[in-house]
């Protein structure tokens, strides 16, 4: 399978979507602008209908990206380091968490961190299919992808790749229930975890209980150190306060 390229072109295509979102709805909040109603009927400004009228992939990507958000409010996956970076940058995200936690804890494995910005094509693409499960699973932990919505979602990737191995891998990640113990599954080394922890916390909201909730349970069973896991929170924080 490819899904480096369809991730990256993913992880790059949410900055014109969420602002686009952020204007709908500072512009008719009243009347509920900018919710997923709006993006499939292309009703708000800069929704999905005229995003996916746009010339070539990144449209089409953000608007795959704009039905995984749902009705999301329009500040994750903001950062100017992983919407102008794509995949690389969230490597280079987890390379300083992880380096951070190192850094202070005497008994943390030691050594270069091997996460995808630093590793051999075969490496990254497996790297790759772990994050991006990781990241279709973030986008059901509120309970807002339905089956239409599942099968939109599916619709909107299928025009991304031509992939027919990985859009039957979509198709039955979409399909899946939400289940953390199945997602860990995915990271066979421990940078492996950090990245798809990273890549859930872009996507969900932490105020949510759900999410949140979701989120701690995600890290148990990634097995993340309690000081790995707050450098991430803290890297993910300040790459989505970035200037844009």
Do not use: C
């Amino acid at each position: 399978m490819n899904t480096r390229g369809l991730l990256d072109q993913l992880l790059k295509s949410g900055q014109d979507l969420l602002q686009n979102k952020a204007g709908a709805r500072q512009g008719g909040a009243a009347g509920g602008a900018g919710g997923l109603g709006d993006l499939l009927s292309g009703g708000a400004a800069g929704g999905l209908g005229s995003l996916l009228s746009g010339a070539g992939g990144g449209a089409l990507a953000a608007g795959a990206m704009g039905l995984l958000l749902g009705n999301k409010s329009a500040r994750k996956l903001g950062g100017k380091a992983l919407t102008y970076g794509g995949l690389a940058a969230l490597g280079v995200i987890a390379y300083k968490a992880y380096g951070n936690w190192q850094a202070q804890q005497a008994n943390a494995p030691q050594g270069e961190p091997q996460t995808l910005d630093r590793l051999p094509a075969p490496q990254v693409e497996q790297h790759s299919q772990a994050i991006l499960k990781a990241l279709v699973a973030a986008a059901k932990a509120d309970g807002h992808v339905d089956a239409r919505e599942r099968q939109l979602i599916e619709g909107e990737l299928s025009k991304l790749t031509h992939d027919q191995e990985l859009q039957r891998w979509l198709e039955t990640e979409l399909n899946k229930p939400l289940d953390p113990v199945d997602v860990a599954r995915a990271a066979q080394t421990p940078e492996m975890a950090a990245e798809m922890y990273l890549a859930s916390l872009l996507m969900v909201d932490e105020e949510h209980f759900m999410e949140r909730a979701y989120l701690d349970e995600l890290a148990r069973q990634l097995k993340l150190e309690p000081g790995l896991k707050t450098e991430l929170e803290n890297q993910a924080r300040q790459a989505l306060q970035s200037p844009v």
